[in-house]
């Protein structure tokens, strides 16, 4: 590694003081907790309101579509505005946009004024904030964080995603009986509390990154390749690469075995709540999973637990054809997670120690987009899969989905030779 990077990273924080006395640190995970457990909770409520606004489920379906969608287009070009503006300030915007959209949504709600239009123009704006503040909060956390305490405090980030998906959709649904204004209420004093904790901490003035100026002659193609620079990074990069495409294929499989199991479950008789209870073992296996981060960390290489992250999911998503109930169910997507927030941590930790800061914001943004990606194309894969294919059928096809890339990355040199960054 360079003698600039070296010097660059130790620009970060290089205080001794444990990560849980880090008090900025601690302020942030605080704020991005509370805002993680409001969009779990209204994600329940969005589907049930459309569908009791338009009776049409397909309508609901193009609320989270709309959603994602947006996040996705817009996360290249918001990159490139974390790189070059006041990160905190972005969060700032972003939290505030956020909060005032939902607030929107309450008061036409009281008003009898909510309509599925509204509701579409809401999710854009929605999709549009998480693709500028998820970036921007990231950058920050690595701000305030010195290098040594950087796997610890990336763990306990991933374990605050953990905890908001197994708590938000059961709140959101028993808040959703109470009053359909409820959940988004809960969403809007989320963006609010992590609003007021962006406000409070000082960020290191190194955390406001300032690119090198180019001599270079400016093409009519510069905002297009600026835009794309933060991707093309990450895809050169043969180890970053196979770490993406093996996180985006996950989502992939996960969102299509999801979905099949939930038609299992429903034949069986099962209730809605049973499946929801079975369905929450995704994010019990990321809690478990981000807690086991820092000792995966010290015993394998990043080859090696890519690999074995990626078996795991081949094995789990394939045993999910068995159809044997909702404890089966819950044990198998457990087992499917369990490696996930390693791959993250692992993606995190090579762009933070490896990008130049004027570059990071572009690098988190593309990583983000390409990990999107992977939930839609699973939702899409799996409705058609099960059309034609059937339940079991279908889950085999998208596991071998599954072990083809895992195979692919176990014959590819660099990625088992391949060492943590110093």
Not at 9 to 21: N, Q, W
Not at 32 to 42: K, P, S, W, Y
Not at 329 to 343: D, N, S
Not at 388 to 406: K, R, Y
Request: glycine share 10%.
């Amino acid at each position: 590694m360079s003698e600039r990077l070296r010097q660059r990273d130790s620009e970060a924080p290089t205080t001794s003081v444990p990560l849980r006395r880090n008090r900025r640190f601690q302020i942030l995970w605080i704020g991005a907790a509370a805002a993680n457990l409001g969009l779990e909770t209204v994600e329940v409520a969005y589907p049930l309101l459309i569908m009791s606004l338009t009776g049409s489920p397909a309508l609901a379906g193009l609320f989270g579509f709309a959603q994602i969608g947006t996040a996705l287009l817009v996360g290249l070009p918001a990159g490139v505005v974390v790189d070059r503006w006041d990160r905190r300030r972005i969060l700032l915007i972003s939290e505030a946009v956020r909060a005032l959209t939902l607030a929107f949504i309450v008061l036409s709600l009281m008003a009898g004024r909510a309509n599925f239009g509204l509701l579409i123009l809401a999710a854009i704006v929605l999709g549009a904030g998480t693709a500028f503040g998820a970036p921007a909060r990231m950058l920050l956390i690595r701000a305030v964080v010195p290098d040594h305490q950087l796997t610890a405090a990336l763990s306990q980030d991933e374990a605050r995603s953990g905890a908001a998906a197994l708590a938000g959709p059961p709140l959101g649904g028993a808040l959703y009986l109470v009053s359909r204004t409820f959940p988004f209420v809960a969403a809007i004093a989320g963006f609010v509390i992590s609003f007021v904790c962006a406000l409070v901490i000082r960020v290191p003035r190194a955390a406001n990154p300032t690119e090198p100026v180019s001599n270079a002659p400016k093409s009519a193609l510069g905002p297009l390749t600026t835009a794309f620079s933060g991707l093309l990074e990450l895809l050169g990069d043969r180890l970053l690469r196979s770490a993406l495409l093996l996180i985006s294929i996950f989502y992939f499989s996960i969102t299509a075995a999801i979905l099949m199991v939930m038609v299992t479950l429903r034949d069986q008789h099962h209730s809605p709540g049973t499946i929801g209870l079975a369905l929450s073992g995704t994010a019990v296996g990321m809690l478990v999973g981000s807690a086991l981060v820092p000792r995966l960390n010290r015993l394998l290489s990043p080859g090696a637990l890519l690999l074995s992250a990626s078996a795991l999911t081949t094995v789990a998503v394939a045993l999910l054809a068995l159809p044997l109930g909702p404890v089966w169910v819950f044990a198998m997507l457990t087992l499917a997670a369990l490696g996930l927030p390693a791959l993250k941590i692992l993606v995190d930790i090579m762009i933070f120690r490896q990008t130049p800061d004027h570059r990071r914001g572009r690098a988190i943004a593309a990583t983000i987009t390409l990990i999107g990606a992977g939930s839609p194309l699973g939702s899409l894969a799996g409705g058609l899969a099960l059309q034609f294919l059937g339940v079991t059928g279908a889950i085999v096809l998208i596991a071998g989905v599954q072990s083809v890339i895992t195979v692919a990355g176990l014959a590819n040199r660099h990625v088992r030779s391949a060492r943590w960054p110093e």
